[in-house]
C-alpha cells in the first residue's frame, strides 16, 4: 500500500480504480482534512464529497476528469462530509444514495432524549440533508466495474454506513487509524458504536479506508484497540464513580487528564455517552434525571443476606 502523505486537492491512487481526494478543512477533528474517494474507471462512485467548499469541489472535478459518475455515497451527514454532495450532484446528475436524513438510525434512547430536550449536542450535523436515494443494510450499488455493499453501523451517529468492495470497507468516522471515533449524543449511540464495531469485525476485511487520515491496514487489530479502548474508559468512568457521585465536568476532567481544552467538549460528550450506556444497563443513577447537567452516581446494589 503506498505511503498517506495527501497533497490538499491532488488526486492520489491507492488502489486500482480507487483514489482519493483530501480536502483543506484540516482541524483536530479531521485530522489531515476530509477524504474524499473517487471510484471506478467509468461510470464512477465519489464517496463523501466533503465539506461544501469550491476549491474542494474543483479538485474533485479534476480527479473524475470529464468521466460520467453513477453515484454520489456518503457514510454519513456530517458537515466534514455532506453539504458538497447536492452541488456535486447538479454538476454529474448523479443521485445522492445514503442510509437517510440526519436523524435516520437514531436509536430509541436517543430519539427519546432528544425529544426531551435533555441532551443538547448537535455538532457538525447537516441539518440540510437528505439523500436521493436511501440504502438500508445489506443494499448493493452497482457500478460499470466495481459494485459496494452498504452495512449500517449506527454509533458515531444513527445514519452511519460503511460501505465494502471486496476485501477493503470504507469506514467513514467509525473506523479510522488516527484516533477513536467521536460518540455524541443524541446522534451518537455508545451502545451502537460497540456493536457496530463487532459488526465489521466479523467481515474480515483486508483493509479500511477511512473518512479522514491513512488507509488501516490492520482492520482487526484496530477494532480490537477501539473496543478495548471503549471499555476500558467504561471502567475509568466507574472507578470515578465509585468514589463519590460527580458531575459531568468533573468526570470528563478526571478521565481524560491530559486532553486540551479546546477538545474537553467533544471529550465530555463521549464521557457522556457512556454515562447513557451504563444508565440504560441500570449501573448508573442521573439525579435528578438523565440530563447532561445531572449528578451521576453508581447504583448500589443489595448485598444478599447470609441463610441463618
Keep these: 500500500m503506498p505511503d498517506f502523505t495527501p497533497m490538499i486537492g491532488t488526486p492520489q491512487v491507492l488502489a486500482p480504480l480507487l483514489s482519493v481526494v483530501v480536502a483543506p478543512n484540516a482541524s483536530p477533528m479531521t485530522h489531515t482534512g476530509t477524504n474524499t474517494y473517487v471510484l471506478g474507471d467509468h461510470g464512477l462512485a465519489v464517496i463523501d464529497p466533503g465539506p461544501d467548499d469550491p476549491v474542494h469541489l474543483a479538485a474533485v472535478l479534476r480527479a473524475i476528469a470529464g468521466r460520467a459518475v453513477s453515484h454520489i455515497l456518503l457514510t454519513h451527514s456530517h458537515l466534514d462530509h455532506s453539504p458538497l454532495a447536492r452541488r456535486l450532484s447538479a454538476l454529474t446528475g448523479a443521485p445522492v444514495c445514503a442510509f437517510g436524513d440526519s436523524q435516520a438510525g437514531r436509536s430509541a434512547i436517543m430519539q427519546s432524549l432528544a425529544q426531551q430536550g435533555l441532551t443538547g449536542g448537535g455538532e457538525w450535523i447537516d441539518h440540510e440533508f437528505t439523500p436521493d436515494t436511501t440504502l438500508a443494510d445489506g443494499a448493493v450499488v452497482t457500478g460499470q466495474d466495481w459494485a459496494l455493499t452498504a452495512v449500517h453501523t449506527p454509533g458515531h451517529i444513527g445514519n452511519h454506513l460503511c460501505f465494502r468492495w471486496g476485501q477493503a470497507i470504507f469506514t467513514g468516522d467509525h473506523v479510522m487509524g488516527w484516533a477513536s471515533s467521536l460518540v455524541s449524543p443524541p446522534d451518537g449511540d455508545l451502545g451502537d458504536f460497540m456493536r457496530s464495531c463487532s459488526k465489521l469485525r466479523a467481515l474480515d476485511a483486508r483493509v479500511f479506508y477511512p473518512g479522514h ?26 472507578a470515578a464513580l465509585s468514589a463519590h457521585p460527580q458531575d459531568l465536568m468533573r468526570l470528563t476532567l478526571g478521565v481524560y487528564v491530559d486532553t486540551p481544552a479546546a477538545l474537553l467538549g467533544a471529550a465530555a460528550r463521549n464521557v457522556f455517552a457512556h454515562l447513557i450506556e451504563l444508565h440504560q444497563r441500570g449501573q448508573v443513577h442521573a439525579d435528578p434525571h438523565l440530563h447532561k447537567d445531572a449528578t451521576f452516581s453508581l447504583r448500589q446494589t443489595e448485598k444478599p443476606t447470609k441463610n441463618e
Design 213 to 238: 487520515g491513512a488507509p488501516v491496514s490492520n482492520p482487526h487489530a484496530r477494532l480490537d484497540w477501539l473496543i478495548a479502548h471503549r471499555t476500558d474508559r467504561e471502567k475509568q468512568i466507574i
